[in-house]
């Protein structure tokens, strides 16, 4: 699988809560709402875990991007895409909308350091609760009709959100059920 996309590619999709759709099985729906670090995880399920930065630049975020931060005159934010590769292959997508507060304070000098190592060693910021979504492969430019599955969740500090939004590629084990598993779909309660 090749991820063919050039940043920015953004993800203007349809985000719902996870009550409201059927997570196709258990696998996927322990990946999608996992509270932990997704890098951590991605880390610990391969042999060589690597980041790639494919941009980051001050951007108008999206419109469903905008209402989710419910913008209060923070009007400069950057947005960050990278990938998790996990045994040399994109595992997941990642988009990030962040304050420009943020990037000069608290996440300067991020590089191709994980976003989520700052994330989840800092008490300060608070999690909201996760939305998911389901976007065709194509989007990323691979030539595949799939379709994937991502989530996103806002994390705030003092006045200031930035939402982090992850979407798992084909090849990551999220799609993978544990042999002799049930294949029948699982409703998310």
């Known amino acids: 699988m ?6 920015p590619v953004g993800l203007p999709v349809n985000w719902q809560a996870p009550s409201d759709v059927t997570i196709p099985h ?5 990946w999608l709402l ?5 890098t951590e995880r991605v880390q610990s399920s391969s042999e060589h875990f690597a980041l790639e930065l494919l941009g980051q630049q001050t951007q108008t975020p999206h419109s469903n991007e905008l209402s ?10 950057q947005a960050r895409e ?11 997508f990642a988009r990030s909308i962040i304050p420009q ?15 989520g190592k700052r994330l989840f060693n800092d008490a300060r910021f608070i999690r909201s609760a996760f939305e998911v979504c389901q976007v065709s492969a194509s989007q990323f430019g691979i030539n595949s009709n799939e379709t994937l599955w991502g989530r996103r969740s806002l ?20 799609y993978r059920q544990p042999a002799g598993s049930n294949i029948q779909s699982e409703k998310q309660l």
């Open 101 to 115: 507060a943020f990037v000069d304070s608290e996440l300067s000098n991020l590089g191709q350091e994980p976003l």
């Open 155 to 174: 994390f705030t500090l003092d006045s200031y959100s930035m939402i982090v939004a992850e979407v798992f590629l084909p090849a990551c084990p999220a």
């Open 2 to 7: 090749s991820f063919n996309a050039t940043f």
């Open 82 to 92: 990278i990938l998790l590769c996990g045994d040399h292959t994109p595992w997941v």
């Open 34 to 38: 996992d509270t932990g670090s997704l």
């Open 68 to 77: 989710l931060l419910h913008v209060n005159g923070q009007t400069s934010y």
């Open 26 to 30: 258990l696998q996927l729906n322990s």
